[in-house]
């Protein structure tokens, strides 16, 4: 069964503080997303990853970096969080491929910024 | 670029009734549709897609959506919701070449008994 898992549900941090989202793939999917949901604004890609080492940013990406040295993982990185960035994050994983290919949602994790 | 609407924020049905989400899409070339779905404390699952061939795609529990290029439209069907369909449901669009999701705000479809 096709399995993306995200490090934490829950997750509460001081402004400031740089913060490391990760998540993990069992798929062997090339394509790799971190989105944020807010309530009225659906989803936003931040970044997203078509192989290891390779990044490309999203539609919001100021504030943000990733990390990508696996396949398998993908970490988002918040590098001194703010308030504006509570949300809540979700990633995601497909195969490679053209737009076709269904994007596999990982459970999210609720960041509070304090 | 694209961009899609999902004009109702929430729609309240009671159990057993039909309902429509309603979903409209703005691109300049050729695109995938999809709905997805999100039930509490989950994240998103692929409910359907449109790729190519009849414009009427089904899932396995009942819902239907119909591509409607003139009207620019993916609307979200069930003749007969159960409680159990109470989520977040997204419609979503990506071109043909790549795979970048533009989603819609969502609709929260609340069934009551």
């Known amino acids: 069964d096709v399995k993306v898992t995200q490090s934490s549900r829950y997750l509460v941090k001081r402004t400031g503080e740089k913060v490391f989202l990760e998540c993990v793939q069992d798929?062997?999917?090339?394509?790799m997303f971190w989105y944020r949901q807010d309530p009225g604004l659906g989803l936003r890609l931040i970044y997203f990853s078509y192989d290891v080492k390779m990044k490309e940013k999203g539609d919001i990406p100021e504030g943000y970096s990733v990390s990508r040295e696996k396949k398998e993982r993908f970490s988002l990185i918040l590098e001194s969080a703010s308030t504006n960035q509570t949300s809540m994050y979700l990633c995601a994983s497909s195969l490679a491929g053209g737009g076709q290919e269904t994007q596999y949602f990982g459970p999210g994790t609720r960041l509070l910024v304090l | 670029a694209q961009s899609v609407t999902q004009l109702d924020s929430q729609v309240p049905v009671f159990e057993e009734a039909p309902v429509e989400l309603r979903c409209n899409y703005s691109?300049?070339?050729?695109?995938?549709l999809f709905w997805y779905v999100q039930y509490p404390n989950q994240g998103l699952q692929l409910l359907l897609k449109y790729l190519s061939g009849s414009t009427l795609v089904e899932s396995i529990n009942g819902f239907e959506a119909e591509f409607n290029k003139s009207q620019t439209s993916f609307h979200l069907r069930k003749p007969s919701v159960h409680i159990s369909d109470t989520a977040e449901y997204f419609c979503?669009?990506?071109?043909?070449?790549?795979?970048?999701?533009?989603f819609g705000t969502g609709t929260r479809l609340l069934v009551s008994p």
């Open positions: 798929m062997d999917h090339e394509n």
């Open positions: 979503a669009v990506s071109e043909t070449s790549f795979q970048k999701l533009v």
């Open positions: 691109s300049s070339v050729s695109v995938y």
